[in-house]
């Protein structure tokens, strides 16, 4: 016999007086309450235990149509929020809407919601910025994830007047006389402490979001300042040698789409650790 959920299987409800001595729904309970999404729980009318296993598929498959429904629905007014009135709209590629739609009915995170809605109303205005392969990736990045991406971009840079991020991680010694005698080459700014430990580097990487390989500039110039642009803030920097280059991680053509719908603030412990380590190497205004 099927075990199926309750009507009153309802999740435990805590109050703030209560809630130190009441522990979470166990893990069984929570196990039960899956079977609402599998047709295995009595509603209204219906009732699992009386049911055929082609009622019950019948049921679930109802019940998940609705909730695609629902998805596409708040997707859309979402959206329809984003549009502006006085702005020139273009009818979207089909091919595109089509897969647009397919994908964002699956999207249940009301979060994540926001950001598919945002990037239809971006498409009804400026077609282009996103392909399928991005909309691909982005049905396939959880909130957590979406919640990392967002400290990385919190600490990226556009350097000088490129349009791509960058991740700097630190900077290096190209070598001479003078690093004959230090011990390291290399000064990184570490930026787990910040929030971004490797793992979440390496989680961005298998979502398609960063280059795996760690990258690096071209020696910088001594005669030439490098402009660090983070959100709103800007500093400018001058290496005190002509032996140092950065290094860094770049963003994928996705990661830097997705990069325009994540909402973001600049770390400002990020910055101001940073500027205190680069401050023996470079001058910083």
Not at 194 to 205: A, E, K, Q, R
Not at 245 to 263: C, K, M, N, V, W
């Amino acid at each position: 016999m099927v075990e199926t959920a309750s009507d009153n299987s309802a999740p435990i409800k805590q109050t703030a007086q209560d809630s130190n001595k009441t522990a979470d729904p166990s893990a069984r309970k929570k196990a039960l309450l899956l079977g609402k999404m599998l047709g295995l729980a009595s509603e209204d009318d219906y009732r699992a235990s009386n049911a055929s296993i082609g009622e019950r598929a019948a049921f679930r498959a109802q019940k998940q149509a609705c909730q695609y429904q629902q998805n596409l629905e708040t997707i859309y007014k979402i959206a329809i929020s984003h549009t502006p009135s006085d702005v020139t709209g273009v009818d979207l590629d089909p091919d595109w809407a089509h897969q647009f739609f397919q994908l964002a009915e699956q999207i249940h995170n009301r979060k994540m919601q926001e950001l598919w809605g945002r990037i239809l109303a971006n498409e009804i205005t400026s077609p282009g910025h996103f392909s399928l392969r991005t909309l691909s990736t982005l049905k396939q990045l959880t909130h957590k994830e979406a919640q990392i991406l967002e400290k990385a971009l919190g600490m990226s840079v556009l350097v000088n007047n490129e349009t791509r991020l960058k991740l700097i991680i630190g900077f290096k010694y190209a070598g001479g006389l003078s690093q004959l005698f230090k011990k390291a080459n290399s000064t990184s700014i570490g930026l787990s402490q910040f929030g971004l430990p490797y793992s979440n580097i390496l989680t961005l990487v298998e979502a398609g979001i960063l280059h795996r390989s760690e990258l690096e500039t071209g020696l910088l110039s001594n005669k030439t300042p490098i402009h660090f642009s983070l959100s709103e803030i800007k500093l400018r920097l001058t290496p005190k040698s002509g032996q140092l280059f950065f290094s860094y991680y770049r963003f994928t053509p996705i990661g830097d789409e997705l990069a325009q719908l994540i909402h973001f603030n600049t770390d400002k412990s990020y910055i101001k650790a940073m500027k205190a380590l680069f401050s023996h190497d470079f001058k910083i205004d």
